[in-house]
């Protein structure tokens, strides 16, 4: 049973929208996701075509998005005004020789909030709509986040800066309230129940510098994964890229993950991988090195070692080594020396203010990651990720 009542909240919003614009023109980035699609569609609802919804193809979105999503918002039983703005240039450009996490993402943030600046002056709307969910807010001010469509809760005043005035229908709501308003608005099922998608997209699990190179690879990585997990419902899975590269990690945590899994030590390799990733240590985002730990057996195959010890294994570690933000498992690999290491992510959440590791099969994932080497020849490892939220993020940035 909902703690929301639907109709009401609905009907109630869109009260307040059409009170709030009165007869302005407002502008809408749309992305396909829930968030964005039932924010729009409320407004819609309230100020009918003074409501402009542009999707930026921003070069981050998954392979065949930017068309699938047009179709599926500007057919009926939505039909919504959508106009896609093709930036890829524009955001390249933008996040070129950045490899800091938080960087690219204040770099996607301005490029984001110019290319609707531009559009709203040109267009004459006084109010950009935003479809900003609690979770968003109360992490973004809990410091655990950089949410890239919270403006005024980092100190942003957006009609000095941009030029419009902000609202956020849905940002008394948490996730599955969004979904479940969704459901009632009729919005197609690949909008309410898709999965979340970060505002810039590829962008931020493209660890280190978005080059092209990387996120075509990345691009391909992610159309496998999200192929073979669907079927187990994930509540998020995806993959991430990141430079290849590591050193052996230090011989104590090798000795704890033996442990822990009951193996002995030779059978197991530990490295710090050369990139860095996001955690939440005591309660605030942080960054920390990521453990990638490979158990073979006497063939050289990597082999499954089931979630209770992986689990055992990985709090033994983050429990020894709080400067672990990530523990990974080696799926599959190849002898290269020089390439890219792919992660492959799934986790279980309601709120995605915490969340779980999904335990998907290893057949599954070793299928998966073999598929990802065969389509992505500058891939030489393939990982899962074993951590949680807390210590971990959700994303792998
Ligand atoms: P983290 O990685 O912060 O993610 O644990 C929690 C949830 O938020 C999504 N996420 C974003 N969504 N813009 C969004 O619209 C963003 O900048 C952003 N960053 C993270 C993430 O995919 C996960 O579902």
């Known amino acids: 049973m909902s703690d929301l009542d639907v109709p009401a909240f609905v009907e109630g919003q869109i009260e307040a929208i059409r009170e709030a614009l009165g007869a302005e023109k407002a502008l809408i980035a749309v992305s396909g996701g829930v968030d964005s699609t039932v924010s729009a569609v409320l407004t819609h609802k309230a100020i009918g075509d003074n409501l402009l919804c542009v999707f930026i193809d921003d070069n981050f979105m998954r392979l065949g998005e930017p068309d699938m999503v047009k179709a599926m918002l500007s057919a009926p039983p939505l039909g919504l005004p959508v106009r896609v703005l093709d930036e890829r240039g524009r955001f390249m450009e933008a996040l070129e020789g950045l490899d800091d996490a938080e960087e690219k993402r204040k770099a996607f943030r301005d490029t984001f909030y110019q290319t609707l600046s531009d559009v709203a002056w040109a267009e004459g709307c006084g109010f950009l709509v935003q479809g900003t969910i609690r979770a968003d807010v109360e992490e973004t001010k809990g410091g655990i986040k950089t949410q890239h469509n919270i403006l005024e809760q980092i100190g942003i005043d957006p009609v000095e800066r941009f030029g419009f005035k902000v609202i956020e229908p849905i940002a008394s709501l948490y996730k599955y309230q969004v979904r479940e308003v969704a459901r009632f608005l009729s919005i197609p099922p690949e909008a309410s129940e898709r999965q979340p998608f970060p505002g810039p997209g590829l962008s931020v699990r493209v660890v280190g510098e978005v ?187």
């Open 211 to 397: 080059t092209a190179d990387k996120l075509d690879q990345l691009k391909a990585a992610t159309a496998v994964v999200e192929d073979a997990f669907r079927k187990e419902r994930p509540s998020q899975y995806f993959a991430a890229i990141m430079g290849g590269g590591s050193t052996e990690a230090p011989k104590i945590l090798r000795r704890e993950a033996a442990i822990a899994l009951g193996m002995e030590q030779q059978q197991l390799l530990a490295w710090y991988l050369s990139e860095k990733a996001t955690g939440v240590i005591d309660g605030k985002r942080t960054y920390g090195f990521v453990a990638a730990v490979e158990a073979k057996d006497a063939m050289g195959r990597p082999v499954n070692l089931g979630y209770e010890s992986l689990e055992k294994m990985r709090v033994a570690i983050q429990s020894n080594f709080p400067e672990v933000t990530r523990v990974l498992q080696l799926i599959a690999g190849r002898e290269d020396d020089e390439g890219y290491f792919v992660v492959m992510r799934a986790v279980e959440s309601e709120d995605f203010l915490t969340a779980t590791v999904s335990s998907i099969q290893w057949p599954i994932l070793e299928a998966a990651a073999k598929k990802i080497l065969s389509t992505c020849p500058k891939v030489i490892k393939v990982y899962y990720d074993l951590t949680p939220k807390p210590p971990a993020t959700v994303e792998f940035e």
